[in-house]
């Protein structure tokens, strides 16, 4: 059996958590076990692997939308394949299990097993608080490993015919959904800081282009902003001249009272 492990990370938590997974599958049998960023992973390249897993942060309650819409774009399986998902967040990843198994089943994913765990949170607002400090750590990066040892002996029953249940997720409402729904591109677009460039400061060394994980920024010669963004602000946070900046003390003050 071969398998294909597709991720977005932009801190390196995802990564962290896809390898370990990816150590998991090889200790459980696995011939081949590929780790792609979603970036290099192109629409039919899942069709030539066994088994797929994709992993994604959670960014306002649910994935981040280049991973839906990497999804979406995906060519479908002639045939239905195992696949496995998980997720870094920083405590609330609400339905994004239940979305994505929604999205990959018409494309032919049947989604057998998730793996969660707590990541390292870097979104500005947060400043000091709900930062899941170390994480993931070491016993995280374990459960990771087992977890892919167990989708292995999973998927290889499946693909030999037999019969094995899909992921079950529970519906999960309440104010985190309720956030989740808000937070989508147009509120974001309209209430979220904008990208600010502080052209004296520029040097236009490329860091927020070859780091833009939608390329949304688009050097001519210096940083010209586009209509990709998803507000993740790694461009804010990476720029080593400070040159991107945005007004966070609307924001900060209101969930760091």
């Not at 239905?80 to 339905?95: A, D, R, Y």
Request: charged share 20%.
């Amino acid at each position: 059996m071969n398998a294909l492990i597709v991720y977005f990370s932009q801190t390196g938590n995802t990564e962290r958590v896809a390898r370990a997974i990816g150590s998991g599958l090889q200790g459980a049998g696995c011939e081949t076990v590929d780790l792609a960023p979603i970036r290099e992973a192109g629409p039919h390249d899942w069709l030539d692997y066994d088994l797929v897993g994709l992993g994604t942060p959670v960014f306002y309650y649910k994935e981040p939308v280049n991973v839906r819409d990497w999804v979406k774009a995906l060519a479908p399986r002639p045939q239905p394949g195992p696949v496995l998902t998980f997720n870094t967040n920083g405590g609330n990843p609400t339905n994004t299990f239940r979305r994505l198994q929604k999205l990959l089943k018409p494309k032919g994913g049947r989604v057998l097993g998730s793996f969660e765990c707590f990541g390292y949170d870097t979104y500005p607002i947060y400043l000091k608080s709900f930062r899941q400090w170390g994480h993931p750590d070491a016993e995280d990066l374990a459960s990771a490993e087992t977890f892919g040892g167990e989708m292995a002996a999973k998927a290889g029953r499946f693909l030999a015919g037999e019969l094995v249940s899909e992921a079950a997720y529970k519906f999960v409402g309440g104010k985190h959904f309720r956030l989740s729904w808000i937070c989508r591109r147009p509120i974001l677009n309209t209430f979220f800081p904008k990208l600010n460039l502080r052209e004296d400061l520029c040097t236009a060394c490329g860091a927020c282009a070859g780091a833009c994980p939608t390329e949304n920024i688009e050097m001519a010669p210096g940083p010209r902003f586009l209509d990709r963004c998803i507000h993740c602000y790694l461009c804010e946070r990476i720029c080593p001249q400070n040159a991107i900046q945005c007004d966070w003390r609307r924001l900060t003050k209101r969930m760091n009272p």
